[in-house]
């Protein structure tokens, strides 16, 4: 049974546009949520973390959302860019205890 | 520092045949883990382990093993190899489990015919 759910997968933005990629989840013991970003051929690449004490962590251009009572979680990326293409991979954990469980992705793709 | 090596990258297997995928991290790295990945799925656990010497089942087990003799070694042992373990196979490793990021391989693509 899929905890973690990225309903969205593939997504098309203008260059200098906003991205925004969405994430769910049903387990109520996650606290920790992860995006991370997978180009081909490549293993995922971390990109920024939130727990569940917060409900916004910005990092440059990207910036994660959580809102608990909903179990969502949201991605933006601003100004989006070419090189912003790939996958990006939604993974949430419970307390330290065990490992990250995955969303399957959205694929990314920012046009010129 | 190399972070997390994976060997081999591609490999093509008949059914029944055995192999193991190699994994090694040079961050001295407490928690590895092996993920695998189906086309338009998400990574799901196959193995981990939080220390040499100790390791768990994750998810989707069955058809593999793993031993952790060391810190910088989590190798994945496949056993009559079957179709259905054709896959991305991805091996991680973090300082602390789940709480802080993963620190992926480039994955090793595996076929099964």
């Known amino acids: 049974d899929q905890q973690v759910k990225q309903n969205s997968p593939s997504l098309s933005v203008q260059e200098g546009r906003i991205s925004i990629l969405n994430c769910d989840y049903t387990?109520?013991?996650?606290?920790?949520f992860l995006w991370y970003k997978k180009y081909p051929a490549e293993g995922p690449t971390f990109l920024i973390s939130?727990?569940?004490?917060?409900d916004k962590n910005e990092d440059g251009r990207f910036t994660v959302f959580l809102n608990k009572s909903a179990k969502h979680l949201s991605l933006h990326i601003v100004p989006s860019q070419p090189g912003d293409s790939a996958v990006y991979f939604c993974?949430?954990?419970?307390?330290?205890?065990?490992?990250?469980?995955f969303g399957k992705g959205t694929s990314l793709l920012v046009t010129p | 520092n190399a972070g997390v090596t994976q060997t081999p990258k591609f490999r093509i297997l008949k059914i029944g045949q055995s192999m193991t995928l190699q994994c090694t991290q040079d961050?001295?790295?407490?928690?590895m883990y092996w993920y695998r990945q189906d086309p338009g799925m998400g990574l799901k656990l196959i193995y981990y382990s939080v220390g040499a010497g100790i390791t768990d089942k994750g998810e989707v087990p069955n058809g593999y093993n793993v031993s952790r003799s060391t810190t910088e070694d989590f190798p994945l042992r496949l056993e009559l190899a079957a179709p259905s373990q054709t896959s991305v196979y991805f091996c991680a490793s973090s300082i602390v489990q789940g709480s802080t990021e993963a620190f992926f391989g480039q994955g090793t693509r595996l076929t099964v015919v």
């Open positions: 961050m001295n790295h407490n928690y």
């Open positions: 939130i727990s569940s004490i917060k």
């Open positions: 993974a949430a954990s419970a307390d330290p205890g065990y490992a990250l469980n």
């Open positions: 387990n109520s013991m996650f606290d920790y």
